[in-house]
C-alpha cells in the first residue's frame, strides 16, 4: 500500500474511498452532477464541465460563465498531461489613460472598467471537443435543471449576497442588475428558501443547443456586447469573437522527489512552484509534527511564511501574461535562485516586506475528477471578487467578474493594462506525481485569493513532508500572510487558531503579526484533493481517496 499517510491520523472530514472515478468540489450538489457523469459514461472531461456548470449556480459568487479558467488535464491513454488556458484578455480599446481619467489611480475594485473577456466557456468547448464523450445535453442538464427547477438556498448563499449588497450598492446603484437577479423581492433569499435563476438556465440551455461558441457570438454574443456597453464597459463583439483559448505545458518542480505540476503565467501556479522550491532548502520537521492540529513546528510555519513573502515579491515583479511579457520562470524555478532567496531567511526574525502590488480578493471554485480509465482533471474557475465586477444581466443571468482588477496602472509595470492582454491571475490548479507511477498521484487545488499558493504549499508539504493523507491535509489548520490593505506590505499573518499554543507564541516570538481566524473559517480559503491509491483506478489492486474541505459547502463523490 502506498497512500500517502495510510496509517496516520484521519481529520474531522470523511476520507471518501471508491475504485471506479471520483469528483471533488466545493459544493455538494455540484460533486454529485459530476458523479453522475462519471456513471454515465462521461469522461473526466465531461464530468468537470459539468460539475463547474453547477457550481456557477450554486455557487454564483465564487464562479460562473462569466468567468475565467485555467486546467491540468491528465490524458491517460497517451500518458500526457496538458495545460488549458481560459483566462480572458483585457478589451481592445483598454488603456491605463482611460482608467486614470475616470478618477482611478488604481483598477477599481469593481465596476464594467474591471471586465476581461471572460473565457471559462471557450475552455469548457475547447476541452470537451477534445476530450468530451457525452452531449452538451447530458453535461450542462444538471445545471439547466437546477436553474429552471430551482434549489435550497445555503447559509453560505444567503450570508455571501447579503455580504456584497452595500459595497455593489454604492459601485453600481441599487437598481443594479445584480439586485434584480439575486435579491428577487429587494431582499436576500433566507437559508431554505428556493431559489430559481431561470434565465440563467436559459442561456446554458443556448450552449447545450447551439454548442459552447454561442456564448461568443451570435444572438448571446450580441445580447452580452449591448449589455456590457450599456453600463460602461469596453468589450466589443470582436472581443467576443475573437477570443481564443490556450493549450500548453504545465510547469514543475521536484519537491524532495515529488513532482509538482501546475498550470505556467498568466496563473499564480510559479508563485506556489518558487514558495516549494525555497522551502526545498530547509529540512523540515519530522512527520509527527503534522497532523490534525496542522504544523506543530513553529519554525516550519516561519520558514513557510518567510517564503512566502518572498515568492510574492517575485509575483509582483514578474507575473502577468506571457504574450506580452517574457515572464522568467526558469530563473524563478532555478534552485539557485531558491538557494539564493533561502539564505536571506532569519530563523529567528521575521523581515520585512516591501508594498504589495497586487490587490486582495477571493472568489474562485476548484474542482479535481478523476474517471474509471486514468484520465484526471484539476480546474480551477474564478469570479475574483465575490461576485466579480457585479456586473450582472438579468436577462441572460450571467454574473461578469472582475479580473481586470489585477491590473496595474503604473507604467512599465509588467502588469500593466494594454489592449488584449491577460492579467495575472490568483488561479492554480495542480497535479502530484511520484516516482514510479505513470499518472497521477494526487489532484489537488486551492480557493482563496492570492493565499492560494500558500494554502497550496502547505498542502504540498503536509502529504509530502508530513505522509498525511488527503483528509488531514485538507483540513489542518493553516495560515496565510498577507497585506492588512491593499497594497500594504504583506507581513500580516492570519493564523487558524486551532494552531498549537507553542505555534501562536513562536510566530509573535519571532515579531509576526498575527491575527487569529476562527476554526474553520472561509476566510483561510478551501483545498479539495483526490489521491490515486497504488496508481489508481487502471492499475490492479488500486482505488481512489478523497476529501473536500470542511470550510466549504461540498462533500466528495466517489464510486
Not at 193 to 218: H, K, M, N, Q, S
Amino acid at each position: 500500500m502506498t497512500e500517502a499517510g495510510g496509517a496516520g491520523p484521519v481529520g474531522p472530514v470523511a476520507l471518501a474511498r471508491g475504485t471506479h472515478g471520483a469528483v471533488v468540489a466545493p459544493h455538494h450538489l455540484a460533486t454529485g452532477a459530476g458523479l453522475a457523469i462519471l456513471r454515465a459514461g462521461g469522461t473526466a472531461v465531461d464530468a468537470a464541465i459539468a460539475t463547474n456548470a453547477v457550481l456557477g449556480v450554486v455557487m454564483p459568487w465564487a464562479c460562473g460563465i462569466g468567468g475565467d479558467a485555467f486546467w491540468l488535464i491528465w490524458d491517460e491513454a497517451t500518458g500526457r498531461q496538458l495545460a488549458l488556458n481560459g483566462s480572458g484578455r483585457a478589451p481592445a480599446v483598454a488603456d491605463p489613460e482611460t482608467v486614470s481619467r475616470a478618477g482611478h489611480v488604481a483598477m477599481p475594485r469593481r465596476g464594467p472598467l474591471t471586465i476581461t473577456v471572460p473565457g471559462a466557456v471557450r475552455s469548457w468547448g475547447d476541452a470537451h471537443a477534445r476530450f468530451g464523450r457525452l452531449s452538451r445535453d447530458e453535461i450542462l442538464g444538471p445545471a439547466i435543471e437546477l436553474g429552471r427547477v430551482g434549489f435550497a438556498a445555503s447559509g453560505r448563499y444567503s450570508d455571501e449576497i447579503a455580504s456584497v449588497m452595500p459595497e455593489l450598492a454604492a459601485a453600481l446603484g441599487g437598481d443594479a442588475g445584480f439586485f434584480r437577479l439575486y435579491c428577487p423581492g429587494g431582499r436576500t433569499p433566507r437559508p431554505g428558501e428556493w431559489v430559481r435563476l431561470p434565465t440563467l438556465a436559459a442561456t446554458l440551455e443556448i450552449l447545450a443547443r447551439d454548442g459552447f461558441d454561442a456564448f461568443y457570438e451570435g444572438d448571446l454574443g450580441e445580447r452580452q456586447t449591448l449589455g456590457l456597453g450599456a453600463v460602461g464597459s469596453g468589450i466589443a463583439a470582436g472581443d467576443l469573437a475573437s477570443h481564443t483559448s490556450t493549450w500548453g505545458e504545465p510547469i514543475a518542480i521536484d519537491y524532495r522527489g515529488v513532482r509538482v505540476t501546475t498550470h505556467p503565467p498568466n496563473s499564480s501556479g510559479v508563485v506556489a512552484l518558487e514558495l516549494l522550491s525555497i522551502l526545498a532548502r530547509f529540512d523540515p520537521p519530522p512527520r509527527s509534527a503534522f497532523g490534525p492540529s496542522g504544523v506543530t513546528d513553529a519554525a516550519w510555519v516561519h520558514h513557510g511564511i518567510e517564503a512566502a513573502k518572498l515568492a510574492i515579491a517575485d509575483r509582483d515583479l514578474h507575473l502577468t501574461d506571457p504574450e506580452a511579457y517574457d515572464v522568467p520562470v526558469e530563473r524563478l524555478l532555478d534552485p539557485s535562485h531558491a538557494a539564493a532567496l533561502a539564505a536571506l531567511i532569519d530563523p529567528e526574525r521575521a523581515a520585512l516586506a516591501g508594498p504589495s502590488r497586487q490587490p486582495p480578493g477571493g472568489g474562485t471554485g476548484f474542482l479535481g475528477v478523476v474517471d474509471g480509465a486514468g484520465n484526471a482533471v484539476s480546474l480551477i474557475e474564478s469570479n475574483w471578487s465575490d461576485f466579480g465586477s457585479g456586473v450582472a444581466d438579468p436577462e441572460t443571468g450571467i454574473v461578469y467578474h472582475n479580473r481586470g482588477n489585477a491590473f496595474s496602472l503604473e507604467p512599465g509595470h509588467a502588469n500593466v493594462l494594454a489592449p488584449g492582454k491577460r492579467p495575472m491571475h490568483t488561479l492554480l490548479p495542480g497535479m502530484l506525481f511520484r516516482a514510479g507511477q505513470r499518472g497521477p498521484w494526487i489532484v489537488a487545488g486551492s480557493m482563496g485569493g492570492d493565499a492560494q499558493p500558500q494554502i497550496h504549499a502547505q498542502f504540498v508539504s503536509a502529504v509530502v513532508d508530513g505522509g498525511v493523507n488527503v483528509a488531514t491535509a485538507v483540513a489542518a489548520p493553516r495560515w496565510y500572510v498577507g497585506p492588512a490593505a491593499r497594497f500594504a506590505p504583506p507581513t500580516d499573518v492570519l493564523l487558524e487558531a486551532r494552531h498549537e499554543p507553542n505555534v501562536i507564541d513562536g510566530l509573535v516570538a519571532r515579531g509576526h503579526p498575527v491575527t487569529l481566524a476562527r476554526p474553520f473559517g472561509s476566510g483561510l480559503g478551501e483545498e479539495h484533493a483526490i489521491e490515486l491509491v497504488d496508481g489508481g483506478p487502471v492499475t490492479a489492486g488500486g482505488s481512489i481517496a478523497a476529501a473536500t474541505d470542511p470550510r466549504s459547502e461540498g462533500s466528495p463523490a466517489v464510486w
